[in-house]
């Protein structure tokens, strides 16, 4: 046990003021690194500015920062991105939800105490691991289907990337309709539904705006990821809607860069900041889009 | 009931059984995946899986391929981000939970922290390159690495070590007030202890996270071909996943075998970490409701 020294009381209240500002000052600690992202995306992307119109940026339809002659049209990342988004999205928001509707409404509580480890598990493992096995076992999958898809294709990327945000959006959707007061369950059982009637008509549009939220919380998720697209989508910027060829997404298109040598200060150098200006603006929209419907349109019982 | 309303009752049920069926498919489409996934490293990764392996430095020849640089980076890495997001990420969560007052500015620091976990982790690759690398010249160095880590975990070490803090009891709080104490005192004196296992449960996880972090430490400027051992925070390095990216995208099929045994290590790595948070957290649980 240790003694407390009633006696030093000044000595007490100084000690105090020091805590409590030291304390203040890890709290502000999260307000410089939001700062520090800001200002050092944008300090580059301003001399890239210079140098390129914004014009030209956000609608030239070709990327070829490195070649002559070189162009600087962001679309086609953009676009490259979209389709990992689009088939993420067809596998991790539909299979998400299915299993957040299973294990909140459906499952008995044996299946539930096994079923959630397993998805924790698959949240918890490294994106470079989900790359590998797009590379290895999804890409030679869909090569016997279309022979003729490329080794590195967006589907591939996709499907990864969606696997990977299927926990997410179950877990925060799980969430969202564990906090459905049971009342209303039992109001509709009383009335002689089934569980699909209570589920489709009155659990999910009670949690309708959390589910929603973690919809957007996963694309946001799969716009950012690197890993996976850096490893099985290859590196050919391409404004195309084919999931069968290879393309580059944002975050691809910066690994790629950083990777090779390309010197401080050169024009290489600052596009990767003016990509990842795009990719941080997109993913904060989405975030704060997020947030809002949580807040706004939450139903309290 | 006539055959009509009968009919009617069926095929409502019937409506059930084919959605239960297909719920039950998603939720099992993960099992299956993670089966899956963890069938094919195991296959071809086993085999490659020896001492050697352990011990080697990466080489030209998958045979005598080695993670040993990796094993090395990472675990300096890891050790340094540890040493410092812990002590700033539980003291802002101390600060935002006992020691703010409830005003607009504490508000912001709270979204702001939200808004900052939700930032793509390449993000914080760019802030260490034009922070740490470059204006606070640290070279691409493990010590820029491991700010940038310490950066990118500290959102969930605050957001975890907060649910922790709130989960003590207000009586105990209040008890220990009434005794005289002073804020500081009683923070360390009865809402820490209460509050470590959940603590530490959340530090662990948020710093398995940083293990597995390839993209960031790409930016920064991980090598990914090294014969040499980080001996100072200064050195250059590489990691694990780094190892692991670059024996994939190597055009010699076996490498991608090294790849695979590369994998094994690593998740293995993270199920002791993982384990060693949840034995933690359930031992000092009980110990404090005696």
């Known amino acids: ?301 | 009931m006539d055959n009509k309303e009968l009919q009617r009752i069926k095929s409502r049920k019937l409506k059930n059984s084919v959605f239960h069926g297909l719920i039950f498919f998603c939720t099992i489409f993960g099992v299956i995946v993670l089966a899956l996934l963890l069938y094919d490293i195991l296959k071809k990764g086993l085999p490659w899986l020896t001492i050697d392996f352990l011990t080697n430095f990466p080489s030209r020849f998958p045979k005598k391929s080695g993670i040993f640089p990796g094993l090395l980076g990472s675990l300096w890495i890891i050790l340094l981000t540890a040493a410092l997001a812990f002590p700033v990420g539980v003291g802002t969560a101390i600060y935002l939970e006992e020691y703010a007052k409830e005003n607009r500015f504490t508000e912001f620091i709270k979204l702001n922290i939200a808004n900052l976990a939700g930032v793509p982790s390449i993000i914080y690759g760019m802030l260490g390159l034009a922070v740490f690398v470059r204006a606070l010249s640290m070279g691409r160095s493990v010590l820029a690495a491991s700010f940038t880590m310490a950066l990118l975990i500290l959102p969930i070490i605050i957001i975890s070590s907060q649910e922790a803090i709130r989960s003590v009891p207000s009586a105990l709080k209040q008890a220990s007030f009434a005794l005289g104490t002073t804020k500081w005192q009683t923070v360390t004196g009865v809402i820490l202890p209460y509050a470590l296992p959940g603590i530490l449960t959340g530090t662990i996880l948020a710093i398995s996270r940083a293990l597995g972090e390839a993209a960031p430490l790409i930016v920064v400027g991980a090598l990914t071909y090294v014969s040499f051992i980080p001996k100072t925070p200064l050195d250059q390095f590489t990691t694990l996943p780094i190892q692991i990216f670059n024996w994939s995208s190597m055009p010699k099929r076996e490498f991608q075998n090294v790849a695979a045994a590369g994998i094994i290590i690593l998740l293995g790595i993270l199920l002791l970490a993982n384990s060693t948070a949840i034995i933690l957290r359930d031992k000092y649980q009980i110990k404090i409701k005696d």
């Open chain 1, 1 to 301: 046990m240790k003694k407390i020294d009633f006696k030093s009381k000044s000595g007490m209240q100084r000690n105090e003021k020091i805590v409590s500002s030291v304390l203040f000052l890890f709290g502000i600690i999260s307000i410089f690194t939001t700062f520090g992202i800001v200002f050092s995306l944008f300090e580059e992307t301003v001399l890239f500015f210079k140098e390129v119109s914004i014009l030209d940026f956000l609608t030239g339809k070709e990327w070829t920062p490195l070649f002559e002659p070189a162009r600087f049209g962001v679309l086609p990342l953009v676009f490259g991105t979209f389709l990992i988004v689009i088939f993420s999205s067809i596998i991790s928001l539909p299979i998400g939800l299915g299993s957040a509707i299973y294990l909140s409404e459906y499952a008995p509580k044996k299946a539930r105490k096994i079923l959630k480890p397993i998805l924790e598990i698959l949240a918890g493992v490294p994106s470079i691991v989900y790359g590998y096995f797009a590379l290895t076992t999804i890409t030679p999958i869909i090569k016997s289907i279309f022979p003729d898809a490329s080794v590195y294709n967006a589907l591939s990327a996709g499907i990864a990337v969606g696997i990977m945000t299927i926990p997410m959006v179950s877990s925060l959707s799980e969430d969202a309709m564990m906090a459905v007061p049971n009342s209303l369950r039992q109001g509709a059982y009383g009335l002689g539904s089934t569980k699909f009637e209570v589920a489709t008509k009155i659990v999910i549009p009670a949690a309708f705006s959390s589910i929603m939220a973690s919809f957007i919380l996963a694309i946001s998720r799969a716009i950012g990821e690197t890993m996976i697209v850096a490893m099985a989508a290859g590196s050919t910027p391409k404004m195309t809607l084919n999931p069968l060829e290879s393309i580059q997404t944002m975050t691809g298109y910066i690994v790629q860069i950083s990777l090779g040598d390309v010197p401080y200060g050169s024009i290489g150098y600052k596009t990767i900041f003016a990509v990842g200006t795009l990719l941080f603006t997109i993913t904060f929209i989405l975030n704060i889009i997020s947030r809002t419907i949580v807040r706004k349109f939450r139903r309290v019982y």
